[in-house]
Every structure is written in structure tokens, then in C-alpha cells.
T-cell receptor, first 111, second 115 residues
Framework: DAGVTQSPTHLIKTRGQQVTLRCSPK?????VSWYQQALGQGPQFIFQ???????QRGNFPDRFSGHQFPNYSSELNVNALLLGDSALYLC??????????FGQGTRLTVV | GESVGLHLPTLSVQEGDNSIINCAYS??????FIWYKQESGKGPQFIID?????DKRQGQRVTVLLNKTVKHLSLQIAATQPGDSAVYFC??????????????FGKGTLLTVNP
């Protein structure tokens, strides 16, 4: 049983560009949450998707958007990249009140 | 600011000793708490969780204690091993009425186990 998988593992983008990160949840999970983890910090909640809709959102600008597909996989999109968007982006999946499982993350570097 | 904080940013112990990692939270509405372990270059790995209606929960070599009176959470690791070296995060959830979680993480504690 594959756990949470994210792609790509590493990515380098230029300021102003747009990026799309992908996440496949653990089998049986229907909810996907995205977190941003800056170096030396704890993960910060970006938003959560359930039934293809954004259900909760953290304190992130509209440049951060997402999508969930019928197969529960999800994408995180970031527009107009800033240097400060450089971070490890983590996807977590869960179902109901079950525990959340994290993927290995995508390391985004903005230059 | 963050509602979950840690008392110590680093902790160094000898192999075989017990480790205690502490965490303070400020939101009395938090109903669920989780400890995660994160190794370098990897995503957070679930260790143990506890709900607010409990004050202690034990797993394999780990115990979580919850003191709601002082809003304090601790993770105890028995017989610490070199493989336990990692950053440990506590996270809290406030049940907004729906299912699933919007976790708030602290900055983490770096645990180093010396052989």
C-alpha cells in the first residue's frame, strides 16, 4: 500500500513564475491538506481539500490555490513566485477523524 | 503568533537514557494533539496522538502526557536510540465542527542521541 506520494521531489523556479505541485493521497483517504515548511520552522497550514472543494484555509495569499480531483489526488499552484516561497511543501492525507499521514514533500527553490 | 511552542529548541541525550520533549499550547479549544518525528529531508512521521479527554497515552517506547490545566504536552521516549535522532514537533488541532484537521505546529525540538 503506497503512502502519500508527492511530485516532483525538487524544483527550482525563477521569481514571477508559476509552479504546480502534485499529491496522491494514501489509499482510502479522501482529504488532502497542504503545508509549507520553511527551513528550521514547523509546517504551516495552507489549505485543505475534501470532495473537490477547499474546506479550510490558512493565512496564505490568493497566489496559493489548489485543486482536488475525483480520485482524491490534489494539486497546489503558486503564482507570481517570490523568493520567500522557497520551502518544503508537504501534503498530508486523512479520512474522517483518522490521523494524517504526510508525504516526503517537494523542495521548492525560488531564485 | 503560533499557539504551539516548545520549551527547548535542542535536546542532547546519551543512548539508553530516557528523553522528554515538552510543548506548550495556548488554545484551550484544541481537542487533539499529535507528535511527529521529522528526519532530515523527509516528511513528518506520526509517532503518537492523544485526544483532549485523555491525560496519558502509551505506545511502543513512547508516552504522551497531556496537562490541560497548564496547557502542556510532553513526549517521553524510553531507552533512546541513535535512530531517534530527529526534529520532533507537537501539533494541535481545533475541531471547527467538521471532520479532519487543520494542524498548528510548533517550531520543533532537535533531539540528538549520543552513542
Amino acid at each position: 500500500d503506497a503512502g502519500v506520494t508527492q511530485s516532483p521531489t525538487h524544483l527550482i523556479k525563477t521569481r514571477g513564475q508559476q509552479v504546480t505541485l502534485r499529491c496522491s493521497p494514501k489509499s482510502g483517504h479522501d482529504t488532502v491538506s497542504w503545508y509549507q515548511q520553511a527551513l528550521g520552522q514547523g509546517p504551516q497550514f495552507i489549505f485543505q481539500y475534501y470532495e473537490e472543494e477547499e474546506r479550510q484555509r490558512g493565512n496564505f495569499p490568493d497566489r496559493f490555490s489548489g485543486h482536488q480531483f475525483p480520485n482524491y489526488s490534489s494539486e497546489l499552484n503558486v503564482n507570481a513566485l517570490l523568493l520567500g516561497d522557497s520551502a518544503l511543501y508537504l501534503c498530508a492525507s486523512s479520512s474522517g477523524f483518522g490521523r494524517a499521514f504526510f508525504g516526503q514533500g517537494t523542495r521548492l527553490t525560488v531564485v | 503568533g503560533e499557539s504551539v511552542g516548545l520549551h527547548l529548541p535542542t535536546l542532547s541525550v546519551q543512548e539508553g537514557d530516557n528523553s522528554i520533549i515538552n510543548c506548550a499550547y495556548s488554545n484551550s479549544a484544541s481537542d487533539y494533539f499529535i507528535w511527529y518525528k521529522q528526519e532530515s529531508g523527509k516528511g513528518p512521521q506520526f509517532i503518537i496522538d492523544i485526544r483532549s479527554n485523555m491525560d496519558k497515552r502509551q505506545g511502543q517506547r513512547v508516552t504522551v502526557l497531556l496537562n490541560k490545566t497548564v496547557k502542556h504536552l510532553s513526549l517521553q521516549i524510553a531507552a533512546t536510540q541513535p535512530g531517534d535522532s530527529a526534529v520532533y514537533f507537537c501539533a494541535e488541532n481545533i475541531n471547527s465542527g467538521g471532520s479532519n484537521y487543520k494542524l498548528t505546529f510548533g517550531k520543533g525540538t532537535l533531539l540528538t542521541v549520543n552513542p
